[in-house]
Nanobody, 127 residues
Framework: QVQLVESGGGSVQAGGSLRLSCAAS????????MGWFRQAAGKEREGVAT????????RYADSVKGRFTISQDNAKNTVYLQMNTLKPDDTAMYYC????????????????????WGQGTQVTVSS
C-alpha cells in the first residue's frame, strides 16, 4: 500500500518562502515520477513540479519556473518542493503524487499520469 504524506504548508506573505515535504512509503521505489500538483478554489488541479525519482529529470509549470525547485532524498524516500518568491496566485491546496505502474500517461505534469495521491497541504499567500 503506497502512502504519501505531505507536510510544510502554511500561510506566508507575498515574496516569502515555504518548503513542502512528501514522505513516501509502502513501495520499493525504482524510477517513477513523483511530484507536486495544486488546486486553487474553483480551478482544476494542475501540475506544478515533478521529478523522476531515482533519476535527475525534472519538469516545471511555466508559472513556477525560476521560483520553485523540486528535489529528492532517495534514502528517505522523500520529495521536497522549495517555493520562493511566493505570489498570491500560488495559493492552493498542494498535493503530492506518484506514478507507479499507472496505465495512463499524460506526460510528467499530467494529472492523469498519477495514480497515488496524498491528502494535500494548504498554502496561502497573502498580498
Amino acid at each position: 500500500q503506497v502512502q504519501l504524506v505531505e507536510s510544510g504548508g502554511g500561510s506566508v506573505q507575498a515574496g516569502g518562502s515555504l518548503r513542502l515535504s512528501c514522505a513516501a512509503s509502502g513501495y520499493t521505489y525504482g524510477s517513477n515520477w513523483m511530484g507536486w500538483f495544486r488546486q486553487a478554489a474553483g480551478k482544476e488541479r494542475e501540475g506544478v513540479a515533478t521529478i523522476l525519482f531515482g533519476g535527475s529529470s525534472t519538469r516545471y509549470a511555466d508559472s513556477v519556473k525560476g521560483r520553485f525547485t523540486i528535489s529528492q532524498d532517495n534514502a528517505k524516500n522523500t520529495v521536497y518542493l522549495q517555493m520562493n518568491t511566493l505570489k498570491p496566485d500560488d495559493t492552493a491546496m498542494y498535493y503530492c503524487a506518484a506514478s507507479i505502474g499507472s496505465v495512463r500517461w499524460e506526460g510528467p505534469l499530467g494529472v492523469g499520469s498519477y495514480n497515488y495521491w496524498g491528502q494535500g497541504t494548504q498554502v496561502t499567500v497573502s498580498s
